[in-house]
């Protein structure tokens, strides 16, 4: 199983951009995803989660200018990220906190499953 993330870039301060993330594979269930992110010198922090059963929860810091939401039929969490700030450059990365995979002859739980990251570079 793997988290595929997509949407990062380049955009000026007060721009937008969308995050996508997708659970590939023979995907049965996800628990909560959310997003992370880590600039440059700085500790991995928790950006925005959401729960299978459709809670949401955020940081501070982009309370009223990021949204999270999920498709759970196509396994995908999304993060809508407006009025870019400068210090919101960073690397976002998704993670989900269970992923159950079914196949023909099995089924496997995947914990503490990440990204490989997307960069957002937010220019002054």
């Known amino acids: 199983v793997q988290l595929v993330e997509s949407g990062g870039g380049l955009v000026q301060a007060g721009g937008s951009l969308r995050l996508s993330c997708v659970a590939s594979?023979?995907?049965?269930?996800?628990?909560?995803m959310g997003w992370y992110r880590q600039a440059p010198g700085k500790q991995r922090e928790l950006v925005a989660i959401?729960?299978?059963?459709?809670?949401?929860n955020y940081t501070d810091s982009v309370k009223g200018r990021f949204t999270i939401s999920r498709d759970n039929a196509k396994n995908t969490v999304y993060l809508q990220m407006n009025s870019l700030k400068p210090e919101d450059t960073a690397v976002y990365l998704c993670?989900?906190?269970?992923?159950?995979?079914?196949?023909?002859?099995?089924?496997?739980?995947?914990?503490?499953?990440w990204g490989q990251g997307t960069l957002v570079t937010v220019s002054s």
């Open positions: 959401s729960t299978n059963g459709g809670s949401t």
């Open positions: 993670y989900a906190e269970e992923v159950v995979v079914v196949t023909p002859t099995r089924a496997d739980r995947y914990l503490d499953i």
């Open positions: 594979g023979s995907v049965f269930s996800v628990s909560d």
